[in-house]
């Protein structure tokens, strides 16, 4: 069983920066694919980020240019560094780990950031 424990939301005030992390307890995380989504309330998720197994990365547009997806593979995590934050980036986000390879597709229970004045 893969646990993912996210890591990192809370409160910020607009043009301030958080940084995710999402842990994985998985001896294969180098051969995976990453994601961070978020969903707002009375939205659908949405892919926010992802990472490849070789590095290759792709943002929403919504968000290029303010967030930064990288992983550590020696720690076995993932992170979203957010800058540059606006209101309606406000949601709850979750880590995706993926490797069709091995079926495997895991979810984290996701970290509330709220970004309010």
């Known amino acids: 069983q893969v646990q993912l424990v996210e890591s990192g939301g809370g409160l910020v005030q607009p043009g301030e920066s958080l940084r995710l992390s999402c842990a994985a307890s998985v001896s294969i995380f180098r051969l995976t694919d990453m994601g961070w989504y978020r969903q707002a309330p009375g939205k659908q998720r949405e892919l926010v980020a992802s990472i490849t197994r070789s590095g290759t990365t792709n943002y929403a547009d919504s968000v290029k240019g303010r967030f930064t997806i990288s992983r550590d593979n020696a720690k076995n995590t993932v992170y979203l560094q957010m800058n540059s934050l606006k209101p309606e980036d406000t949601a709850v986000y979750y880590c995706?780990?993926?490797?069709?390879?091995?079926?495997?597709?895991?979810w984290g229970q996701g970290t509330q950031v709220t970004v309010s004045s």
């Open positions: 995706n780990l993926r490797a069709v390879l091995f079926g495997l597709d895991y």
